[in-house]
Nanobody, 118 residues
Framework: QVQLVESGGDCVQAGESLRLSCAAS????????MAWYRQAPGKQREFVAAITSGSSTNYADSVKVRFTISRDNAKNTVYLQMNSLKPEDTAVYYCAAVDGITGDYDYWGQGTQVTVSI
């Protein structure tokens, strides 16, 4: 099993920055890629960004250029640097990990709230 714990969510004003962290523990050797998803009130959970074990990255069009995903393998931690935040970025942000065997996002964190005000 893998445990994921997010942190870094906060209330900020539009244009400001935040960095989210996701610390992984447990059977981390089974993890392949990791990703960030978000869910705004009344909306479905949506993909934000992902990073593979080889550090290839992928972003949703809505956050491309503004957000950067990175990983520190020594700390078993994935980060999401969010710049130029907009009110529409307000959501609960979830960290997810892909199991190397199943290929599915089998592991999820509890989420961290990001609120961006005008």
């Amino acid at each position: 099993q893998v445990q994921l714990v997010e942190s870094g969510g906060d209330c900020v004003q539009a244009g400001e920055s935040l960095r989210l962290s996701c610390a992984a523990s447990g059977s981390i050797f089974s993890i392949n890629a990791m990703a960030w998803y978000r869910q705004a009130p009344g909306k479905q959970r949506e993909f934000v960004a992902a990073i593979t074990s080889g550090s290839s990255t992928n972003y949703a069009d809505s956050v491309k250029v503004r957000f950067t995903i990175s990983r520190d393998n020594a700390k078993n931690t994935v980060y999401l640097q969010m710049n130029s935040l907009k009110p529409e970025d307000t959501a609960v942000y979830y960290c997810a990990a892909v199991d190397g065997i199943t290929g599915d996002y089998d592991y999820w964190g509890q989420g961290t709230q990001v609120t961006v005000s005008i």
